[in-house]
Structures are given as C-alpha cells and as structure tokens.
C-alpha cells in the first residue's frame, strides 16, 4: 500500500468531501483495511481565483510548503481539494519534488468512460479555473468542447461556491445553483470546483454530471492500493 497526501485547506469543506469519498471507496472490513493519508488542512494558502484574475497574493510558496510537508510526511502521491489549485500542479511537482494526481485528467477519463459520445462539456468551475484554463485545454486536446458561459452565468457560479458553500450557507444557495444550471446547455457538467459536488445531491433536475472529486478519489485509492 502506498501513502497518499491531500493538500487541503482549499476549503475545509472540499477536503473534507474528498477524504469521506476515499473512505467510501476503499474496500475495507476493519480499520486497518483503509489507506494511509496525511492530510495537510492549510486554509491560509492564498485564494488561487484571486491571484490568477490579477487580485491577489500567489498560492504556491504554501502550496509547495504543504508538498514538502507530506513528502517529508512518506507521501507518495498528492490529491489537491481544490481545482483551482492545478494550475500550480507542474510547479509544484518540480520545486517539491512530488507526484501530483490530476483532478481534470481523472474527470477526462470518466468522460471517456461513461459519455463516451459527448461532444459539449460544461465546466461548472471558478472564474480562476476557467481562465486558467485547467480542464479546457485538456478538453481540447481529447476532441471535446468546452462551451463558453456569459458572465452572468459564471457570477452566479461563482455565488454559489463563495457566498454559498465556502460561506457555510449551502442550501440556501441549492435555488440559485439549479436556476443556473437550467441556463446551460451540454452534453455532459463538470462539478469542476471541490464545492460543487456539495449541491450535486439537491438537482431538481436529471443531468450528465461528472464528479470531478469523486473521480480524483477513484484514481487516489487506485494509486494507494496499487491498482492503477
């Protein structure tokens, strides 16, 4: 079995939802049938949208301090809770020294496996993670499309993950989350931000929706159980 670290913080809230899904995941009778994880819950890394939009500091000195921390820790992959947070993932790897399991190239692949004939992909993400372009060029790159948001839409997105879930007050944003969707049309949704599997549980409505964290928990217990 190998050991597996989560840089988290980013939110606590979103770390949280990842580890509970590597627990759900693992196959395990007894306690000591699950994996060994560190998990780093640093909340004073720097907002990762506010720094790639121009509006403040930049998250990696404490992200490669968290990688070096569970490195130090014998981790010997990394699960970031925070999609924003890839666009640091090569940095990170190389100043670290660290593997990094990516959470768009596992979503990609349950793309590939489950919605085999998608051709429009929603990237239900922060304003952050779209510019960064994190799952787009990845997308791209594998013949996919990804379909481009009016500003208002993407604020209401960005509502919802900030006044909503990272604000603790996630039903009462469930209303303007579904009201949002319903303005969007695609084949299949990415619940591309580490908040947004948090309202996947309140859709008034059927849609083809990838867990981007769940995936990224598959493909973690795959890494620790040595499957993959």
Request: charged share 20%; aromatic share 8%.
């Amino acid at each position: 079995m190998k050991q597996l670290g989560i840089i988290g913080g980013m939110g606590p809230q979103a770390t949280l939802d990842l580890y509970q899904k590597i627990i759900n995941l693992t196959p395990a009778s007894k306690d000591q049938d699950h994996l060994h994880i560190v998990i780093d819950s640093f909340a004073q890394i720097e907002d990762r949208t506010a720094f790639i939009l121009g509006q403040g500091q930049n998250p990696l000195p404490k992200l490669i301090q968290s990688a070096k921390l569970l490195k130090n820790a014998g981790c010997e992959a990394m699960l970031m809770a925070c999609n924003t947070a890839h666009f640091f993932a090569d940095d990170i790897q190389k100043s670290a020294g660290v593997k990094i399991l990516h959470i768009a190239k596992a979503a990609l692949n349950a793309i590939k496996r489950d919605f085999s004939g998608a051709k429009d992909i929603a990237v239900i993400a922060t304003s952050g993670t779209k510019k960064a372009r994190v799952y787009d060029a990845i997308l791209e790159a594998n013949g996919l499309n990804s379909v481009a948001f009016s500003d208002e839409i993407q604020a209401k997105i960005m509502s919802c993950i900030y006044d909503g879930v990272k604000a603790g007050k996630t039903k009462e944003f469930v209303p303007l989350f579904n009201q949002t969707l319903k303005e969007i049309q695609a084949d299949v949704y990415i619940a591309a931000c580490t908040e947004i599997p948090l309202f996947l549980d309140y859709l008034d409505a059927k849609y083809n929706f990838v867990d981007a964290t769940l995936e990224l928990a598959k493909i973690g217990v795959d890494y620790a159980l040595e499957r993959a």
